[in-house]
């Protein structure tokens, strides 16, 4: 059973940084598409960045690049989220999500793996 588990989230001030990671268990990170989202209260879910694992490609929303870097470590099954001069627009649960496939999607419904997020706050 595919699980993702989300962590490193927390409460900083305006042009801190964090890292999320997510670790994946019940199948390998190397060979699926893996990415963030995130939901702001009142707001829809959105997407943040993602890395399809076999080749490294990535993909950032106009909002974080820049500022957010996502990376993998085949060797722990993790994905991470480095997320540097975040401003308060950044406040929100994020969201690991995986799918299979040849390519990377940005589309939500393509996203059959979700974990149970984790808050990031940014005071100004």
């Known amino acids: 059973q595919v699980q993702l588990v989300e962590s490193g989230g927390g409460s900083v001030q305006a042009g801190g940084s964090l890292r999320l990671s997510c670790a994946a268990s019940?199948?390998?990170?190397?060979?699926?598409?893996m990415a963030w989202f995130r939901q702001a209260p009142g707001k829809e879910r959105e997407g943040v960045a993602t890395?399809?694992?076999?080749?490294?490609?990535?993909y950032y929303a106009d909002s974080v690049k820049g500022r957010f870097t996502i990376s993998q470590d085949n060797a722990k099954n993790t994905v991470y989220l480095e997320m540097n001069s975040l401003k308060p627009e950044d406040t929100a649960m994020y969201y690991c999500?995986?799918?299979?496939?040849?390519?990377?999607?940005?589309?939500?419904?393509?996203?059959?793996?979700w974990g149970q997020g984790t808050q990031v706050t940014v005071s100004s």
């Open positions: 890395i399809y694992t076999r080749d490294g490609s990535t």
């Open positions: 999500a995986a799918h299979i496939g040849v390519f990377c999607s940005r589309k939500i419904e393509m996203f059959g793996y």
């Open positions: 019940g199948y390998t990170v190397s060979s699926y598409c």
